[in-house]
RNA sequence: GGGCCUGUAGCUCAGUACGGUAGAGCGAUGGGCUCUUAACCCAUUGGCCAAGGGUUCAAAUCCCUUCAGGCCCGCCA
């Protein structure tokens, strides 16, 4: 009898730090013979406590954390919710004193089954519909297979966000004597299986004889094909077997092929919710988070309990069911070509962010997420960071605990032993867009001396110098990628159309024009402008926008003196005094 | 049709287990600052807690109904 961890989100919310775990009554799933428990955490702190508490009720022997994923295509940044899940309950595992296994399992397996929108392939690759993953060329021609391709793109950065999981091909995997076992026993207690599988599909009752279902599926030798796909998918049919002499026959759907072997020699799948179910035995698998469409009631979960301990006779893991990372309000879809990767976020925010974003919410919550949200994710984190070092204080005191927990459970190492100086993101997403004028020395520079004065430090360490230049690229790339263009300024070159017309703000741009002219240091410079606005009558925040206006067409702008010592000096002077000319 | 989840400020979300003054961050607005790398500080703004009903001295919170959105109920993974 497989156990239900049944998570209720009302009372597990993220910032209810001050959780409770109440073992209720067992009482009975309707139409199932399982039985729920409703699991709350207990005391303060994270909730992957309250999991871990459960992991370490069962008792197992070892603990082995699974996840899983088809590489069908790119691998988005929802598939690290289950990663991350996993992480963060090893984490807190060894926290204890416990050792776990972390395995991912690649189903490479599985057919492709379409090809995703927007990927580019070779002319024909529609033949290879059908076909396992792991035998389908790579479109891209780097990897040995499209599986490999898709699977590797998203395993090399797992180290990058603090994770480094076993990793199991299932193709590999099937080989193996433990999967043939796992093929046997399904065909010695077929029966038993298909009633299990009619109860969950709501099929009716029969006596079996009609009933040619056959989760075992082989891979033809003639055309390398595990299904056929047309409209819907067909897999290869298995005819005949004979477990005495270990032997079995089957008719391939795509090119008819008859085909018969010995079980421990043919290429042999089980069909999804009973493969998941053989695997979850033959690892002894302790833990498996998975999507929320698979664990509602009578979904594949459920049944896969109930496989594995009625035909395997393991009692199967326990569940933590997660919602899923949504793009915005769209679900992403790999085979629309609607995806947002773990490469990509990479590309524009440090790795402890995803992770603090994940870690951060109750995993049965949607998250939302769009990249043009990228620097009040970062500044969240920073926060959380200040908050664990003692430097702010969170709003309610109960926050406490669990920001603590939260922050051990992003930052990729160990925290370190006082808190890093950080550059804002948004500071480094504007000083950036400077670099075309500056210079990247000069930018770089500027921020490593801008967050030492920010932290009050006289200078940064090895790790603080190279998060400061992590997070200049990063932004830089968000800049060009993803930014809203109210985040952007471009230094307006083309004509200007801008004619100063009241008498004083003329007189303001003369003076500044004067300025900087004079060769001044930069604390000169800005306050000799501040003087001189002042001077004249103009309010400064009025004075100041009409210099951004000038220069990069905005009310607002970036420290204004080592902008315009950053320019062109003759440029400078030229483009302002042509405004009141 | 059956089931699970979600709906709180312009945005992102806390608060719901165990009913007790409606919260934070961001944004917006105003003010301040020998004065801004879209900064910082202060203040203000903002909500019929999806809607309706019920229980209660008291409901965002518990119960019922409705509406809206997501997902599952495929010999697919």
Redesign the pocket.
Known sequence: MGWIFKR????S????W???R?RGAAKKC?GSSQVCFEV?AMGGGHWIRGIVDEIIKRGDERIVIHTGK?P?GPIHIGAEREQFICSAIQRELESRGLESTFNFIV?SY??I?SIPAGLQVPKGFEEELGKPLSSVPDPFGCHNSYAYHFADEFIKCQPRFGLSPNIVYTHELYTKPAMKDAIRTVLTKLDQLKAIRRK????PEEDGTAD????V?AVCEKCGKI?LMK?????N?IDSWDLEKDALSYTCSSCGHKGQGKISDLSL?L???V?WSAKWAVFRVTCEPA??????????YDMGLEVCQEIFGYRGPLRVSY??L?LG?H?MKTHKGITFTPAEWLKIAPPETLRYLILG??P?????FLPE?IP?IV??FD?IERIYYGIEVP??CN?LEHLKDLYKLCVIDKPRESAPARL?Y??A???V??EPVMGRDKVLA?SL??AARLHGKSSLSDYEAADVSLRLSVAANWISLYAPS????KISTGELDIRITDEVERKFVTSVANLVEGNLS?TDL??R??ESA?ALGIE??K??SV??RIL?G??????????LLALDRDWVVKRLKSTIE
């Open positions: 209720s989100l009302r009372r919310r993220l910032s209810r001050s959780w409770q109440r309707a709350l088809t069908s189903d599985d057919p089954k969950y599909l709501h099929l040619d279902w056959n989760p599926m299904a409209n819907e998918v067909v897999p049919k799948k069909s999804w919710r493969d999507g929320k469409d698979h664990c509602v009631k009578d979904g594949a919602e899923w949504t309000e679900a919410a109750d049965m919550r949607h998250i939302s949200r009040d500044d969240n926060r709003p309610s926050d804002p948004r500071f997403a504007t000083i867009q400077l500027k001396e801008y109210q985040a952007k300024f930069e800005q306050n402008i501040f002042r400064t925040g004075a100041f210099l951004y990069i905005s009310e607002r702008g970036p420290r204004l003196a080592p902008l």
